[in-house]
């Protein structure tokens, strides 16, 4: 027994030995190998979430493609040609594929929130867009056809943005909290732009994108949202030395007043997108009129909100 633990001693000893002389001469060698095998992980993790969100949004995409159609096309001062200022939505389409529409809100339930803090911003508000969306849609379709109004669902002291039944992110959540306290949590995204993008089912609302957002591609997709939004002339128009435009800039003024871009007021906002405005018979504004805009010479009223259903007649 003695001699056994000599031997496994002298073998410690020996290969404390030859590490204390090996480790100088392989330091060097290991060191760029391990930073360069961390790197590489860490790259290739980037496309692979990236991939993973794209996805989890494919079947919504899909959906939306199949029952969204744009309506009334424009071009614009600048020369955007738009083929669609708004959309109309085949809600008999969804119902009958409610099926997949149940399993789309099924994987985003799935989605922790640890899960969601790893995504970048974009990728955290092109999720939530979505889901607004589609739980919109999921809410729409437990009245449908039985509705002309997503306010015809609720009673006076239960609001459709107040029912809880959309679970997200560990809790289940209403409509409003999904919006209010997620999409536009203060000093979190303070992106003006997100109101062309979530849809309220109402013809006064912007148009339901005909695709699913996604984080890659979420800054041109807002943009867009935003030039057709603006270039519907049914909801924005100047006349006179008046601009008319959606309520929406009344509602959610105190969004379009922070830092964005060039612009840090609601009349900044607009000077920024004035070539997306035009008259009331669809003429594009001249540059004498955007620069009244911008100079607070003009000014600025809101116009009635339509509430009906922004089905596809």
């Not at 979530?198 to 949202?225: F, M, T, W």
Request: net charge negative; hydrophobic share 40%.
């Amino acid at each position: 027994m003695f001699s056994m633990h000599v031997i496994k001693l002298k073998k410690s000893g020996l290969a404390a030995a030859l590490g204390a002389t090996l480790a100088p001469t392989l330091a060097p060698t290991l060191a760029p190998r391990l930073a360069s095998m961390v790197m590489g992980a860490l790259l290739l993790a980037t496309p692979v979430v990236a991939h993973a969100e794209a996805s989890l949004h494919e079947a919504f995409s899909a959906m939306l493609t199949k029952y969204v159609a744009p309506i009334n096309p424009v071009t614009t001062r600048d020369g955007v040609e738009i083929k669609g200022t708004s959309t109309e939505v085949d809600y008999a389409g969804f119902k009958s594929a409610q099926t997949e529409l149940t399993a789309y809100l099924k994987s985003l339930s799935a989605v922790s929130k640890d899960t969601f803090n790893q995504w970048d911003k974009n990728t955290q508000l092109a999720f939530l867009i979505n889901a607004y969306n589609a739980y919109t849609i999921d809410l729409i379709l437990t009245r449908y056809p039985d509705l002309t109004s997503i306010r015809d669902i609720g009673g006076f002291f239960s609001s459709p943005w107040k029912q809880a039944f959309a679970p997200l992110l560990g809790e289940k959540r209403t409509l409003d909290d999904i919006e209010h306290n997620l999409i536009r949590e203060k000093g979190v995204y303070n992106e003006p732009r997100i109101h062309f993008a979530v849809n309220c089912a109402s013809i006064g609302c912007p148009a339901l994108r005909e695709e699913a957002y996604v984080g890659d591609k979420l800054d041109e997709q807002l943009e867009q949202q935003t030039v057709r939004f603006l270039s519907d002339n049914s909801r924005n128009y100047y006349d006179g030395n008046t601009l008319h435009i959606s309520k929406i800039f009344s509602w959610y003024k105190e969004d379009f007043e922070v830092q964005w871009g060039d612009s840090t007021s609601l009349r900044g906002f607009l000077t920024h997108y004035s070539g997306a405005l035009s008259e009331k018979d669809g003429t594009p504004l001249s540059e004498t009129d955007t620069k009244k805009i911008a100079s607070e010479s003009t000014e600025i009223e809101f116009l009635d909100y339509n509430w009906a259903l922004n089905d596809q007649e």
